[in-house]
């Protein structure tokens, strides 16, 4: 039996929680059990423990005036912002891309059945959607667009600050969304504009809980409720505040962003080591996507002569977990569009290994070793050895 310690690479699905992180989830729990809608002191001071994570995140984003509307996570938050902001008047239509989340990409396809229709820009090989593109897919009938701020399933960073100020160049009326939950982790700081209206982040990327995230909105650009039962978060989504998650989201961004720069260094320099290792190690292995616009800690690999499912098996064995593709879809067979479309070939096994500030160099040393030990013995039918 092989007893190599585990090597944790699927950051991009979710990250650890930090132990200051459960033990303020602990302490909510245990001692600040009240209603943050309640008018006693218990009801109060929860309110004030909301505002507290409220001014952390708020921090962690750069400032300015907006409304965080707390959501059960990113997929929540990205769906208010397209079913509550499409359709809009009369107009009926969403302009998004080919790297979305699942949240997007399946919220758009329902649109038509309530009347609303989408438009699709593609990545294309490069993984980068040009603002142009997206720009041009505008007219007087566009509701929204929604561009994610950093491509999960393909690791690209998106040029949105560009692509809001051509959207809203072309059509003021029309809103602009951004799904930033991969990118805050990645970049530490987001790119954001007075265009862009509303922005979808997530705690269990950033070291904080599952099951808490948070649709930033401009005061212009709330979206309709999607669910109805109290006033609560200016009625936009009601229900009572998850405390201990709310609590824990904002510890977790107050740590990150004590963390963040000195972090995210570290992480592109041992992102880049294990690229460039694996490169030098495996005949057949390359990136995908542009390099130029690659996330500091996100490496998307192409193998030749193996599929995705047997080599990730044939990790985990060496220790080593990462994954394919968005944990959204991990039943899937066949490999993300956005991959095939940046030229992942029918022959070709993909990996995304994705890291977090807490990554180590050995790690990353054991990981180039584990994944050429792992092609190799697929490549020579060697699959249950270690």
Not at 61 to 70: N, R
Not at 89 to 108: C, F, G, I, M, P
Not at 140 to 147: D, F, H, K, N, Q
Not at 270 to 289: K, N, T, Y
């Amino acid at each position: 039996m092989d007893f190599r310690p585990e090597i944790y690479l699927d950051n991009a699905a979710t990250t650890a929680p930090w132990p200051e992180v459960t033990e303020a989830v602990a302490r909510c729990m245990r001692d600040g059990f009240g209603n943050a809608s309640s008018r006693h002191r218990r009801g109060l001071a929860a309110a004030r423990e909301v505002e507290r994570a409220e001014e952390f995140i708020l921090d962690l984003v750069g400032g300015g005036p907006w409304k965080v509307v707390f959501t059960s996570g990113g997929t929540e938050a990205d769906v208010s912002a397209l079913l509550g902001s499409v359709p809009k008047a009369k107009r009926n239509v969403l302009v998004t891309s080919d790297l979305e989340h699942a949240a997007v990409t399946e919220t758009a396809i329902a649109l038509q059945s309530k009347g609303g229709r989408y438009v699709e820009v593609s990545g294309g090989a490069s993984g980068v959607v040009k603002p142009s593109e997206v720009a041009a897919s505008v007219d007087r009938e566009t509701a929204l667009v929604s561009i994610t701020a950093l491509a999960g399933e393909m690791g690209t960073v998106q040029p949105v600050v560009e692509i809001a100020k051509q959207v809203k160049q072309r059509e003021p009326r029309c809103r602009m969304h951004t799904d930033a939950v991969q990118a805050l982790p990645q970049l530490g700081r987001l790119p954001l504009c007075p265009e862009i209206d509303m922005v979808t982040i997530s705690a269990h990327k950033i070291h904080g809980p599952q099951g808490i995230g948070a649709l930033l909105c401009r005061a212009n650009a709330l979206p309709r409720p999607l669910l109805f039962g109290g006033d609560q978060q200016s009625g936009v989504r009601p229900g009572t505040f998850n405390l201990p998650g709310i609590v824990g989201f904002g510890e977790a961004a107050r740590l990150f962003g004590a963390r963040r720069d000195e972090g995210i260094a570290a992480m592109r320099t041992l992102c880049d080591r294990l690229a460039a290792g694996i490169a030098q190690a495996v005949e057949g292995a390359r990136l995908l996507g542009d390099p130029t616009a690659r996330a500091p800690g996100i490496a998307v690999c192409a193998f030749d002569g193996v599929t995705s499912e047997v080599l990730l098996h044939t990790l985990e064995m060496r220790g080593v977990l990462a994954s394919s593709s968005s944990a959204c879809h991990s039943t899937r067979k066949d490999p993300p569009r956005c991959l095939v479309n940046a030229g992942l070939a029918r022959n070709q096994g993909a990996v995304r290994f994705s890291l977090t500030l807490d990554t180590t160099r050995e790690e990353i040393d054991g990981a180039i070793g584990a994944v050429t030990e792992a092609v190799r013995a697929l490549r020579s039918g060697r699959v249950g050895e270690l």
